[in-house]
């Protein structure tokens, strides 16, 4: 083989921009100084070959030898790659010796860099012969793509991820609304686009490059609002029809299927399988889910190294056009059904078992799980017919700010399911208690009335104190402190009396929470603490918080009608910080705003007002009725009628409006601690 080359390089011409990889590029060009193989690894329709040639443009000055772009997509012979190297550096075919010794000798003195584009299909091949040429020669450079590793030594991985579509205003200057926004343009000149619109179809389609364009492509028979309610079928939308080139891939559909051929029997199988997650899982709950006699192991691994698993620590998930094309052939495979039914079945069991170690030591862990499988949970629930798995939840519902979450569910079942039992018991006592966090109080009134007869007559002393519990912290709201009294004390009997028989329940520390504040609400502040110490203690010896915090909170409350400002800071603070920790907005915004009261105890209008706009924040991001809602509305119009008393409206509204601009986790951080506390 001789050299005929006249060319310094062979970077195809670039027919369209490339948007928002400055940061890659750069990175790129590093590497690629520092390492004999770098390789771009990514989900289909990403980007790799778009950056490894705009890599190659701008490398074209750095390597005397020049840069030489292999396309190998069209290649299904292994033993061919060699040939299309050679073809592409210019060099004659002599078939006198083996490939990679041609191509080790000719490399072995030159400064080049070798781009390999689209080595999945052929990995074991192309690593084989890299192997070679990197032994031999020093000077050369590759940059390769493909959806996994070559595996070998000094190989350096750079992931390609989506481009990222951020929440509120910063969406309209992201990369993959701007990317829209240009194709668009060049497409139908003078169009007009909403940012907030275009985003929601760019996060719909996960940020994919290739997804968005070919989207981009649709406005010339669609509005932006057309193509995110058809992108339920994106495959189906997202096909090319345009002379424009798009690399190889002309639709959604070709670009991860191509993922799909790459992968073997057991490897695919999996990927369908996994589909009926939504989520983040863990091995375990793959394992539960998906194992059976068809699918003995699981190659998780391998699907994360061709970029059909994301993964965070132990941790994975598919991009919803991945899982897409996953669910289509669960559904091929007539096993759609079964898998949505072991997925609902995983889930309850976890629920059951999250339940059951609320009250105690791994509340927060379990408060963890929750929201990290929140996706998880609804999609099971889309699937459940019964009370089980709904009132399983109650925690989630109750405790953790997903009211109305809760109630759309609870409203499901009851409205499906009149006859009478235990278990329509316990979603009547779980619907008033969220009923009641919500700020309805007439249907908490009314749930918890009907849950406490039905649960008497059942005999159930754990549904009928949690009846009685949301009813008497119903009465507290409407301002019936007397009978909220009288119904708190009846509650926490039932829960005592249940606990004889072994069946302690976070009813009674709550009770005797609802006890206490409306002691305090009545002046009889010791009589709230007397309460309230006996609450805590019950709390922690079990490990509890959630409970405990909310204890705190009346503590705070109860404190501060004693005079005993420092004491009610440092309850209100510790509530907050649980709350926070346990992701209960809800919680934290009342928390922060009992701060706030103690704020203005301590004659501080200024903070005060700093931490009714954060908690205003705070109730903003809540599953919750927010601050203005009649329940809620009393104590915190006191506190800014006393907090714009002492500074004035134009210094309450100047510090009211800094803490809803500022982060709500940097607001914590200060709060916890003292010095920032005291530069709010």
């Known amino acids: 083989m001789a050299e005929t080359r006249t060319r310094r390089d062979n970077v195809p011409a670039e027919t369209s921009s490339l948007v928002g990889r400055e940061e ?30 705009r890599t190659a ?13 292999v396309e190998l997509s069209a290649e299904q012979n292994g033993q061919l790659i060699g040939h299309a190297i050679a073809a592409a550096l210019g060099l004659r075919e002599q078939a006198v010796r083996p490939q990679a010794d041609v191509l080790a000798d000719f490399l072995a003195d030159k400064r080049l860099l070798l781009v390999l584009d689209t080595c999945d299909h052929l990995i074991d091949a192309c690593a084989a012969l890299l192997r070679r040429i990197l032994s031999e020669a020093p000077h050369t450079r590759v940059l390769a793509t493909s959806r996994q590793p070559l595996g070998l030594p000094g190989e350096r991985l750079m992931p390609i991820e989506p481009l990222a579509v951020p929440d509120g205003v910063g969406a309209a200057e992201s990369a993959a609304v701007r990317l829209f926004t240009e194709r668009a343009q060049a497409l139908v000149p003078g169009i007009t ?16 490059p290739l997804a968005i364009e070919l989207a981009a492509r649709r406005l010339r028979a669609l509005s932006v609002p057309q193509i995110a309610e058809r992108l339920d079928d994106r495959f189906a939308l997202l096909v090319g029809g345009s002379r424009t080139p798009l690399g190889r891939h002309q639709t959604l559909r070709t670009a991860v299927g191509w993922s799909h051929e790459l992968c073997t029997a057991a490897e695919r199988l999996l990927w369908a399988r996994l589909s009926v997650f939504a989520g983040w899982f863990d091995a375990d709950d793959a394992w539960a889910v998906c194992v059976d006699g068809r699918l003995a192991a699981l190659p998780l691994s391998r699907l994360v190294d061709k970029s059909i698993l994301v993964t965070d620590g132990s941790r994975y998930r ?15 495979l007539g096993e759609e059904e079964v898998m949505a039914g072991r997925h609902r079945g995983h889930y309850l069991a976890r629920a059951r078992r999250a339940e059951a170690e609320w009250y105690g030591p791994r509340q927060a862990q379990w408060a963890d799980w929750a929201h990290r499988t929140l996706p998880d949970l609804e999609a099971a629930l889309d699937h459940d017919d019964g009370f089980d798995l709904v009132t399983a939840l109650w925690f989630v519902w109750c405790c953790l700010g997903r009211v109305r979450l809760g109630r759309r569910y609870l409203d499901r079942v009851l409205d499906r399911h009149a006859d009478p039992g235990p278990a329509r018991t316990k979603a009547l006592w779980v619907y008033a208690w969220a009923a009641l966090a919500a700020g309805d109080t007439a249907t908490a009134a009314e749930r918890a009335g009907e849950a406490y007869e039905a649960a008497m007559t059942e005999g159930d002393l754990v549904a009928a104190g949690c009846a009685r519990q949301g009813a008497a912290a119903t009465a507290l709201v409407l301002g019936d402190l007397d009978e909220a009294a009288r119904l708190a004390a009846e509650s926490a009997g039932l829960f005592e009396e249940a606990a004889l028989g072994h069946q302690a329940h976070i009813g009674l520390p709550v009770a005797e929470t609802t006890l206490a504040l409306a002691h305090s609400l009545r002046g009889e502040f010791d009589l709230a603490v007397e309460v309230l110490v006996r609450q805590w203690a019950r709390c922690a010896e079990r490990g509890e918080l959630w409970a405990r915090s909310n204890g705190d909170h009346v503590r705070s409350f109860a404190e501060l009608g004693r005079g005993r400002i420092e004491a009610a800071e440092a309850y209100a603070r510790t509530a907050l910080e649980v709350k926070w920790r346990l992701g209960d907005p809800f919680g934290a915004a009342m928390a922060m705003d009992q701060l706030a009261a103690t704020a203005v105890a301590r004659g501080d209008g200024r903070r005060a007002a700093c931490l009714l706009g954060a908690a205003w924040r705070m109730w ?3 599953d919750s ?32 409006d ?10 914590i951080a200060r709060i916890r601690d003292s010095e920032g506390f005291d530069h709010l």
């Open 318 to 332: 598919m991009l919803d056009t991945i899982r897409d094309y996953g669910r289509e052939w669960l559904c091929r």
């Open 57 to 69: 443009d701008r490398l074209r000055d750095s390597f005397c030898d020049g840069v030489w772009v």
């Open 193 to 208: 686009l909403d940012p907030q619109e275009v985003a929601q179809v760019c996060r719909t389609l996960d940020g994919i």
């Open 24 to 53: 890659e590029l750069d990175e790129l060009a590093v590497l690629i100084g520092r390492s004999p193989l770098v390789t771009l690894t990514g989900v289909a329709g990403v980007g790799k070959s778009r950056l490894a040639v």
């Open 658 to 667: 800094r803490g809803m601009v500022m982060d709500v986790d940097t607001t």
């Open 625 to 656: 009725p927010g601050p203005g809602s009649s329940s809620y509305a009393a104590p915190r119009e006191h506190t800014e009628h006393q907090a714009r008393a002492l500074v004035g409206d134009v210094v309450y509204e100047h510090a009211f």
């Open 620 to 622: 903003t991001v809540s």
